[in-house]
């Protein structure tokens, strides 16, 4: 199969295109907000491109960029990645509706997660218009509202966190976090645990899902639970079974409440932690042995609410401190020295959220472009499982759990760019 490989790659003609690789930074100061960028070569900001609502997040596919602006803007603006300052299109999501997340099963149908709603929206993320809902309404807890949030997407099945949080008690966490599951062919749930009557969910080890990233076919999930009382953690979920691993790293390892998280390959990461007087740092850890290490050094201990990884590169979202505004900005890390490279990068108003736009996936190895570096890395990980040696989540570029020939397609159509 690997001689069939290599004689594949020998066959196709490349032709390189430069990928002009820019990070789109969500800002806020909560009275007012804007979308800045940064290019990921030179680090020149462009900020204040567009004006949005205080408490937005971005997404990205293909060639667009969404802004959820949530609640009390209740909308999505539709931008293209190559011009961040004039709008495509904006539509509602319903007056109140608070739109957290989305995801996206083609280029005309996506689903959008309302937080103040028990349904889950289905629209044609290029329009706006409707295409339907899916209840959700069974999940919720006492206060009739399942608190649906982050979202991912495998196949044709969608994976939604349900916090369910109890807003009559300062929302605070109930019996159980869930993870819904919708088969996008049907548009209705699919039943996680055919053990027990009805349509049931995923139950979470922990309760109160903050940070949700997919990795492959694993779905790693931070759990906070109640705030202060460190009994969260890290989690796995199974995509294809459908079966919760369990927690891998306590919140007591990692001395304070989990927030924001990024992983570096399918065993390393790095999430935010607060502590008991509200200091936040940023802590890598490894899902395989649950061992907490390295706080990285050169940070504000301000409010940090997102981190991102491009290659080796560690991108955080300081937002500074009441002491010392002046701190905040974008912060990057080398993560084969856990030290700090660049920034503070000034983004207008202080960053709270990112995504990239234009990176190449067969760039395996971040050095600018898809190259005979990044196949050899690729050809060391085809037919390769997880659990096999060089295997990574990363080669499994349609995850379906083994790095086969769909992925070298999609490698071959990036390589040379």
């Not at 820019?22 to 806020?28: E, G, H, W």
């Not at 339907?132 to 009739?144: L, P, Q, R």
Request: negative net charge; contains cysteine; aromatic residues 8%.
């Amino acid at each position: 199969m690997l001689h069939l490989l290599r004689l594949a790659f020998c066959l196709i003609t490349f032709v390189g295109v430069s990928y002009g690789q820019r990070a789109v930074i969500v800002t806020t100061d909560f009275s007012t907000g804007s979308l800045s960028s940064l290019d990921t070569q030179t680090l020149s900001p462009s900020n204040d491109l567009l004006l949005i609502h205080s408490d937005a997040a971005v997404r990205t596919h293909g060639d667009f960029v969404y802004v959820l602006n949530k609640l009390n803007g209740d909308n999505i603006i539709v931008l293209q990645k190559d011009n961040l300052a004039t709008p495509v299109t904006q539509y509602s999501t319903g007056n109140g509706s608070n739109p957290h997340d989305i995801v996206f099963a083609s280029s005309e149908k996506a689903y959008v997660s309302l937080y103040e709603r028990d349904y889950v929206l289905i629209v044609n993320p290029a329009t706006g218009d409707s295409l339907g809902s899916i209840d959700v309404s069974a999940y919720a807890d006492e206060d009739g509202i399942p608190e649906i949030s982050q979202m991912a997407i495998l196949g044709d099945r969608v994976f939604v966190t349900a916090q369910r949080l109890n807003r009559d008690a300062f929302f605070s966490p109930t019996e159980s976090s869930l993870i819904l599951v919708i088969d996008t062919q049907t548009d209705t749930l699919i039943d996680a645990d055919a053990d027990t009557e009805g349509v049931q969910g995923i139950v979470l080890a922990g309760t109160n899902p903050t940070s949700v990233l997919q990795r492959g076919t694993k779905l790693i999930i931070s759990t906070v639970a109640s705030f202060g009382a460190q009994d969260g953690g890290i989690e796995i979920v199974d995509l294809i079974s459908l079966q919760m691993e369990g927690q891998k790293v306590s919140e007591e390892s990692l001395a304070g409440d989990v927030g924001a998280m990024a992983m570096l390959d399918d065993t390393t990461g790095y999430i935010v932690v607060s502590d008991a007087n509200f200091v936040s740092s940023v802590k890598r850890f490894d899902l395989s042995t649950g061992v907490v290490s390295d706080t990285l050094p050169d940070h504000s201990g301000g409010f940090t609410p997102s981190l991102a990884l491009k290659g080796s590169s560690l991108w955080v979202l300081d937002r500074g401190t009441f002491s010392d505004p002046s701190v905040a900005g974008v912060v990057i890390y080398d993560t084969s020295t856990n030290t700090r490279t660049s920034g503070p990068i000034g983004t207008g108003l202080p960053p709270s959220d990112i995504e990239f736009v234009d990176l190449n996936p067969a760039d395996f190895n971040d050095d600018g472009n898809a190259n005979f570096d990044d196949f050899l890395l690729f050809a060391a990980a085809f037919g390769k499982q997880p659990g096999d040696d060089a295997y990574g989540s990363q080669y499994d570029l349609d995850p379906n759990g083994m790095v086969d020939f769909t992925d070298f397609l999609i490698f071959a159509e990036n390589f040379g760019q």
